[in-house]
């Protein structure tokens, strides 16, 4: 069994800078990729990043290449989300989700689930 907890979400006016953080407890963290994904009101829940248990793979939507990047400190079992240039539409709340085998983009076969962090980003 793995909990996950996230933390940083707040609110932040647009092309401004958030950094997330979903720290993991129970099993070995060294042991699951991650992944972030998010929820918009009345949207379903989308894919944003993964990462591989070591680190050395990640994975990023379309929506968010090139803004956020994933990142993960294995000795402290935290994975981190760092978003940049934020846009209103990034506004969702944002869910750190685990896995003993690298998931990818896909949420139905993410194990474990945070609970949850608000982001909201102004205009």
């Known amino acids: 069994q793995v909990q996950l907890v996230e933390s940083g979400g707040g609110m932040v006016q647009a092309g401004g800078s958030l950094r997330l953080s979903c720290t993991a407890s129970g099993r070995p963290f060294t042991s699951y990729p991650m992944g972030w994904f998010r929820q918009a009101p009345g949207k379903e829940r989308e894919f944003v990043a993964a990462?591989?248990?070591?680190?050395?793979?990640?994975e990023y939507a379309d929506s968010v290449k090139g803004r956020f990047t994933i990142s993960r400190n294995n000795v402290k079992s935290t994975v981190f989300l760092q978003m940049n240039s934020l846009k209103p539409e990034d506004t969702a709340v944002y869910y750190c989700a685990a896995d003993q085998h690298y998931s990818g983009n896909s949420a139905r076969l993410y194990d474990y689930w945070g609970q949850g962090t608000q982001v909201t980003v102004s205009s």
């Open positions: 990462i591989s248990w070591s680190g050395s793979s990640t």
